[in-house]
């Protein structure tokens, strides 16, 4: 089944930066064990199947024990879900145990819902049947996730800056001002990568169309391929919100067209005709 681009995003928010899962589990009163470093590990959870085992992002929190100075002392698992899926209850016991015993240490299973309610329907423990072995999934919701105002927090944390975005950025702007600002004090090439997340995050909302604005005061050069490509996505839309409400016909040929297209001074200009065409001709007109 092919992962959706917000599905990877969150995965890579986490993979960027493991602590932060560790944070959401203390959150939730998880003893985490003090440990030297955390990093991503194999995410292929399965044995000899021809049925394949992966988590979204598996980390492993080293330290000082038995077996040395970078011990395996606990295991995280992040799972991303957007979606109620009943088969989740039992894969995901399975890739706990999985880790659990590759490793030899403790593992937890965080899972992370981009929507309420499902993060809602996934919180239900899942009991796999022997006596008082039941797993209860620790879920993050938009509520969850802590309303990110400060720049220096953004900057500190540039991923939860984003999740916060994600969560809140529709609606308070006060967020998306302090990932703005946040970013600009990190590594340009980084901070164009989380800005073009975070539009994506954010499709089709209020918070996009707020965060499109702060960008255009150009506090630092948004140059990734991934935030060019965001930005012709988004004019191509407003390109069509214009021709909509202005009631012109747009055969698929000229919608696939406009979607498609790529080339920065074209859109602007496709986008300017929109605002008066009456007809697709007036905005192809050579």
Do not use: N
């Not at 560790?22 to 985490?32: P, S």
């Not at 909302?205 to 991934?226: C, H, I, P, R």
Request: hydrophobic fraction near 40%; aromatic fraction near 6%; proline fraction near 7%.
């Amino acid at each position: 089944m092919a992962i959706s681009p917000e599905h990877q995003i969150y995965a890579e928010l986490f993979s960027d930066s493991p602590d932060m899962a560790v944070e959401f589990l203390r959150e939730r009163g998880v003893r985490v064990p003090d440990y030297e470093r955390s990093e991503v590990t194999s995410c292929d959870l399965g044995h000899v199947d021809p049925v394949e085992r992966r988590s979204d992002v598996a980390i492993m929190l080293r330290g000082e024990g038995p077996d040395g100075p970078l011990d395996s002392l606990m295991g995280v698992i992040v799972e991303v879900q957007r979606d109620e899926k009943e088969r989740k209850r039992f894969t995901w016991p399975e890739y706990v145990a999985c880790l659990r015993s590759r490793h030899e240490c403790p593992v937890t299973l965080l899972v992370i819902c981009p929507r309420q309610p499902v993060a809602d329907w996934y919180a239900d423990p899942i009991p796999l049947g022997h006596p008082g072995f039941v797993l209860h999934p620790l879920v993050v919701g938009p509520k969850d996730i802590p309303v990110v105002t400060d720049p220096a927090t953004v900057a500190a944390s540039p991923t939860l800056g984003v999740l916060s975005a994600a969560a809140h950025g529709a609606t308070k702007k006060d967020v998306l001002d302090a990932l703005h600002t946040g970013l600009d004090k990190i590594d340009p090439e980084k901070a164009a990568k989380y800005i073009g997340y975070s539009l994506h995050l954010l499709d089709d909302t209020d918070g996009q169309k707020a965060l499109e604005k702060l960008m255009m005061a150009d506090t630092f050069e948004y140059t990734s391929a991934w935030t060019e490509s965001l930005r012709a996505e988004g004019e191509a839309k407003a390109i069509l919100r214009f021709l909509s409400k202005h009631g012109v016909e747009v055969p698929e040929e000229a919608r696939e067209r406009i979607s498609r297209c790529q080339d920065a001074d074209t859109l602007d200009t496709w986008l300017e005709r929109a605002m008066t065409a009456t007809t697709i001709d007036e905005l192809f007109d050579e």
